[in-house]
């Protein structure tokens, strides 16, 4: 089975760094990716991972270190808006190249 | 504005009714997933198509169907329609290389 594990909530401040940390343990792994989704509205792709190390892409960015099945989102400078459900989802090494997802962080960003 | 374009938007529906939803991938994109959102759950992947065949099956139940069609877009069908299987349906697509997938703005289907 594949397993997929992320805090279900968590809280900061305005102007602060938050990070969310993902685990999985799935049968095939080729790549990790975090998306960002509002309430009510469509994921957005936010960041890719498929080898080990940090990769920054402005106030985001995301670890990925294959060995542990472990990664995490960081978000810098948080801003009101950023208040959202962060996805974890893994792209299996399967014919299908399928996705799956994990349960969701769902941050709140206090003034 | 991710490309992908969902109809409707809305569907309101009671138990034991077919409804069809309809999924326009970005242009360029041969693959299109289909997910299905619950209140109380994360994203779950139903099924994934690439340039008209069926690529890759997740949890989708025997009552619901998809297809893929010459144009590249994708119909879900969701048959005998139960109050459980009131949620969000997210399309999806991505390129050839399957990267990053890119959400289409989803159809809210409500059974009553």
């Known amino acids: 089975g594949q397993n997929i594990d992320q805090p279900t909530e968590m809280t900061a401040t305005e102007g602060a760094i938050v990070q969310i940390n993902c685990t999985y343990q799935?049968?095939?792994?080729?790549?990790l990716f975090w998306y960002q989704q509002h309430a009510g509205e469509a994921p957005t792709f936010l960041s890719y991972?498929?080898?080990?190390g940090l990769e920054e892409k402005g106030r985001f960015s995301s670890f990925l270190s294959r060995s542990k099945g472990y990664s995490y989102l960081l978000l810098k400078e948080l801003q009101m808006k950023d208040s959202a459900s962060y996805l974890c989802?893994?792209?299996?090494?399967?014919?299908?190249?399928?996705?799956?997802f994990g349960p969701g962080t769902r941050l709140s960003v206090l003034p | 504005d991710s490309g992908v374009t969902q109809t409707p938007k809305h569907l309101i529906t009671a138990t034991g009714q077919r409804v069809t939803l309809r999924c326009s991938p970005r242009?360029?994109?041969?693959?299109v997933y289909w997910y299905q959102q619950s209140l109380d759950q994360g994203l779950q992947f139903l099924i994934q198509?690439?340039?008209?065949?069926?690529?890759a099956k997740g949890n989708i139940l025997e009552r619901f169907s998809a297809q893929q069609f010459p144009d590249l877009h994708s119909e879900l069908n969701l048959s005998s329609l139960e109050l459980g299987d009131s949620a969000l349906y997210f399309c999806?697509?991505?390129?050839?290389?399957?990267?990053?997938?890119?959400f289409g703005p989803g159809t809210r289907l409500t059974v009553l």
């Open positions: 999806a697509s991505s390129e050839p290389e399957y990267n990053e997938q890119f």
């Open positions: 799935t049968s095939g792994f080729n790549g």
């Open positions: 991972n498929v080898l080990d």
């Open positions: 989802a893994v792209r299996l090494r399967d014919y299908g190249q399928n996705f799956v």
């Open positions: 242009s360029g994109d041969l693959s």
């Open positions: 198509y690439y340039n008209g065949e069926e690529r």
